[in-house]
């Protein structure tokens, strides 16, 4: 393994810890906005608690998170595909093959993975 892919895999699992807290807090004020509408709250009332500040603010927060999440995730797959490729010598077919993705696919994640690593490289 490379320490980019073991990183990439790393950042991942933080931002889908981040995405899950959020979640978390958003299923909660769905919770309690499911209650009110089995007590006596009127619509209005529902309404504005789903579309407060609190709410709104907490809406961003989880699409944030999970934005994070599928930007981590991408840069796994371009990571991996660069050490199936570099590392363990396979073409881009055999790797596309592995991964279920079209050759195209493959060849844009590397080139991508190519690029990132010379960017991180410049900037540190």
């Known amino acids: 393994m490379t320490e980019e892919l073991i990183s990439s895999i790393v950042d991942a699992e933080r931002a889908a810890r981040a995405a899950m807290k959020e979640l978390e807090a958003t299923v909660s004020d769905l919770a309690a906005a499911y209650k009110q509408t089995l007590s006596n709250s009127t619509a209005q009332e529902i309404v504005q608690g789903l ?22 995730s991408a840069h ?26 079209s050759r195209q696919l493959t060849s844009r994640l590397y080139k991508q993975a190519k690029g990132l690593t010379t960017r991180r490289k410049r900037a540190t």
């Open 76 to 101: 796994i797959r371009e990571s991996l595909v660069r050490v199936l490729i570099d590392n363990e010598h396979l073409s881009v077919s055999e790797v596309a093959s592995r991964l279920t993705i």
């Open 51 to 72: 579309l407060g500040q609190d709410h709104l603010k907490l809406r961003r927060a989880t699409y944030r998170a999970i934005r994070d999440y599928e930007r981590a």
